[in-house]
């Protein structure tokens, strides 16, 4: 830690002989019609080809030398590029407004409506919004979570499900930051919807390599989700209906504040009052009511030139509930979260945020006298600070110290009891340089260190990559990470399921330890086709060691940390593989190709004989296709094909007749089934198919959506399992799926 601060006090006493030999210009970046500040512009220098990217907040500085002339870029995937030129003598504060292209380009392309070369990251997926808004997906709700499973390097969970396995890593192993507090379970209605409201959502993408040293904490990715910060021109009213829920939103300036802004943004299912008209009403019937709801909120207020003070906050749970005759089944789960920030800029060069954060997830399970009631409560203060130090050289540092609070039951009876409650510091801190060595090279390095009191764990994460641009279409970047996570998650269930474990490190339980190295190239060609459209095509390979992973044997037996080794098992695992994606972007037409080939293996000394074996949602090969084209002005035509290799299984090798020989066994055959996963489920393939109608009415503009999922009803596996009783694999399936949605704003 002291290092920590000696280098960062030292890097700062050189940011300030810097100034005094160069201007510094300044600012933030808006959309022009909403106000909303914009991350990840690419502002360049024109003259001296350097550049900068806008930060979350949309604020910039680059320091220049004095001239009589500079021209400043700006460019941003959907929106137009815009240039200005300015005479620079002292610090100047330029702020910038962008305006968006439609969905499809003009008849004029803009440069740079594609990655730029400058913004290129590898493992590293933007999505942008507007763009995959006529994509279809099933529920008729734009889903990031769904989107991101089309991504080369990410694959899903059981169909229909949210979880993402990132580059090897198990659902678990994914970091889920909304405007900087942590959500710790995404799913409603057990994984099939995620917590995500489309209204809400500025942007969103996904860190799977090269990953900042501010972030840490998950082994295989960071999913970073921005709110709206709400319209500051005028109030919008948003909403929808879909097959299962409603939703609305509301954003606006602020009364108090002419430059402030709101935001609020809810959603609530319809299916207990369907389900309840569904079921008869004699109380000798089962009975299941199911609800679930999300409410998201973010406001911001200028305190002054240079502070501006934010609050955003996510609340949402589910309910779930089944009777029949003899029991009563009760599950509620949900997350609590809000984020107070005060965001300041000391100097042109200087830009810091002031974060407190609450976060919690909480469920209960009630059945009969079995019940559990797990919980994790976080309380954490945080503080960054980014300056330009000099024309080419950039400084990041923070700290942070969370104060985590667990409540762990695997079992709890009228007769027994089996939990325990741990509060635990954490403490870390990370610093971070990024130095353009020349206009064509540019390192970034960065080392994150961090503490965890239970064990008494004090971890280094080092953190490197080189982006090198080797002509102006074609750009080369390498990356090394070291990442450590001291949560695990603890399921015994193949399904995305709210009823898991979330337990801290300790002596025997360690923190998982992850070491990944990638290279990526992106290349831009120019219009190949002569046919007006961006194309930009990227090729990544990876290799990931990971140790320390945690497996229930086969079911908890205490969850006293002393009684550990007696229901967990400890592997190591790994994973490497190829990525390649292209996309292109027309007048009509965007179009968007993705394969990846990857090796997915884990180790336990008491599975599978200790060999290695592959883990069930791994998938060796999986192609996507996703396009969509403006038929005419007011409707338009989405689909996406998906063909995945078959998931790993376990089959029978061969069976045993008892033939009377044990008197009360409950089975007359005994199955010996073969080594673990080493089959392969039937190829996985599905044709999803949008049609999207957006038309003027009262005022407002509204958006019908008619999505088809799995046209031709291939019968992929919702999930599988061998009825030892019958003796033979049965397969639930989801085959056509219809759905239809509407959406407005006002």
Same mark, same amino acid.
């Given at each position: 830690m002291r290092r920590l601060f000696c280098t960062a006090t030292l890097l700062l006493a050189i940011s300030g002989l810097a100034t005094a030999q160069y201007a510094t210009v300044y600012g933030y970046v808006r959309d022009s019609v909403s106000g909303e500040r914009l991350e990840n512009v690419v502002v360049r220098v024109r003259q001296t080809k350097s550049f900068t990217l806008t930060n979350s907040f949309g604020y910039y500085a680059l320091k220049i030398a004095p001239a009589d002339l500079v021209v400043l870029d700006f460019s941003l995937l959907s929106y137009h590029s815009a240039s200005h030129s300015l005479s620079l003598r002292d610090d100047t504060r330029l702020d910038v407004a962008l305006s968006t292209t439609s969905i499809f380009l003009d008849e004029i392309v803009v440069e740079g409506q594609l990655q730029p070369p400058q913004s290129f990251s590898v493992g590293k997926i933007s999505l942008p919004l507007q763009q995959f808004e006529l994509l279809p997906i099933a529920g008729a709700e734009m889903d990031i979570t769904k989107l991101l499973q089309t991504a080369p390097g990410v694959l899903g969970g059981n169909e229909l499900t949210? !979880?993402?396995?990132?580059? *090897?890593? +198990?659902? =678990? &192993?994914? /970091?889920?930051?909304? =405007?900087?507090?942590?959500?710790?379970? #995404?799913?409603?209605?057990?994984?099939?919807?995620?917590?995500? &409201?489309?209204? $809400?959502?500025?942007? $969103?993408?996904?860190?799977?390599?090269? #990953?900042? $040293? &501010?972030? !840490? *904490?998950? /082994? +295989?990715?960071?999913?970073?989700?921005?709110?709206?910060?709400?319209?500051r021109e005028r109030y919008v009213v948003s909403g929808g209906v879909s097959v299962i829920s409603a939703r609305a939103a509301v954003e606006g300036p602020l009364p108090i504040s002419e430059e402030g802004s709101f935001l609020v943004a809810a959603r609530r299912t319809y299916l207990d009052p369907i389900l309840s008209l569904a079921q008869p009403a004699s109380q000798e019937t089962d009975l299941t009511t199911f609800s679930f709801y999300d409410i998201t909120a973010k406001a911001n207020v200028p305190l002054s030139s240079s502070n501006r003070l934010f609050v955003s906050g996510y609340f949402g749970g589910d309910n779930f509930e089944l009777k029949d005759q003899t029991n009563v089944l009760t599950n509620t789960w949900g997350n609590a979260a809000f984020a107070l920030r005060l965001n300041s800029f000391w100097s042109p060069s200087v830009f810091s945020n002031a974060t407190f954060v609450y976060s919690s997830y909480r469920e209960s399970l009630f059945e009969n006298a079995l019940f559990r009631r797990p919980a994790i409560i976080d309380n954490s203060l945080k503080f960054d600070i980014q300056s330009t130090l000099s024309p080419n050289v950039y400084f990041f540092g923070g700290a942070a110290a969370t104060y985590h609070q667990f409540r762990v039951f695997s079992d709890h009876r009228s007769q027994s009891r089996n939990s325990a409650n741990f509060n635990i510091w954490e403490a870390a801190a990370f610093v971070a340089l990024e130095w353009d060595i020349s206009p064509t090279l540019r390192l970034s390095s960065g080392s994150r260190a961090t503490y965890f009191a239970s064990g008494s764990y004090l971890q280094v994460e080092p953190r490197l990559s080189l982006l090198s641009h080797l002509s102006p279409l074609v750009s080369l970047r390498a990356s090394y990470d070291r990442i450590y996570q001291f949560i695990h998650s603890l399921s015994s269930f193949s399904l995305t399921s709210p009823a898991e474990l979330l337990y801290p490190s300790n002596a025997f339980l360690k923190p998982q330890i992850g070491d990944q190295v990638a290279l990526g190239v992106s290349v831009t060609p120019p219009d190949p086709f002569g046919i007006s459209a961006h194309t930009n095509l990227t090729l990544e390979v990876y290799y990931k060691d990971m140790r320390n992973l945690p497996q229930i044997r086969h079911r908890f037996e205490s969850v006293e940390p002393a009684e550990l080794p007696n229901s967990i098992l400890i592997g190591t695992g790994k994973s490497y593989g190829i990525e390649i994606s292209a996309e292109s972007k027309g007048k009509t037409l965007h179009l968007l190709m993705n394969y990846a080939w990857s090796k997915t293996t884990r180790t336990f000394a008491e599975r599978n004989r200790g060999e290695p074996f592959p883990p069930t949602f791994h998938r060796d090969h999986v192609f996507n296709v996703m396009f969509s084209t403006e038929i005419m002005e007011s409707l338009s035509l989405g689909a996406t094909f998906v063909l995945a290799s078959g998931q790993p299984t376990t089959l029978p090798e061969g069976e045993m007749s008892f033939n009377g020989l044990f008197e009360n066994a409950r089975y007359s055959q005994m199955v010996d089934f073969g080594d673990l996963n080493s089959e392969r489920l039937p190829l996985y393939n599905r044709l999803d198919v949008g049609v999207t109608h957006t038309f003027d009415m009262m005022g407002g503009k509204w958006k019908l959506q008619l999505n088809v999922y799995n046209i031709y009803g291939y019968p992929n596996p919702l999930f599988n399992y061998f009825d030892v009783q019958f003796g033979k694999f049965e397969q639930l399936s989801i085959g056509l799926l219809p759905t239809l949605g509407l959406s407005f704003s006002y």
């Open positions: 949210t !979880g993402i396995h990132v580059r *090897g890593g +198990s659902f =678990d &192993q994914n /970091l889920y930051y909304v =405007d900087g507090f942590p959500i710790y379970n #995404i799913n409603h209605l057990f994984g099939y919807f995620s917590v995500f &409201q489309e209204e $809400a959502l500025h942007s $969103a993408e996904v860190l799977k390599s090269c #990953i900042p $040293a &501010q972030f !840490g *904490g998950r /082994l +295989s990715s960071v999913v970073n989700v921005s709110l709206k910060e709400g319209n």
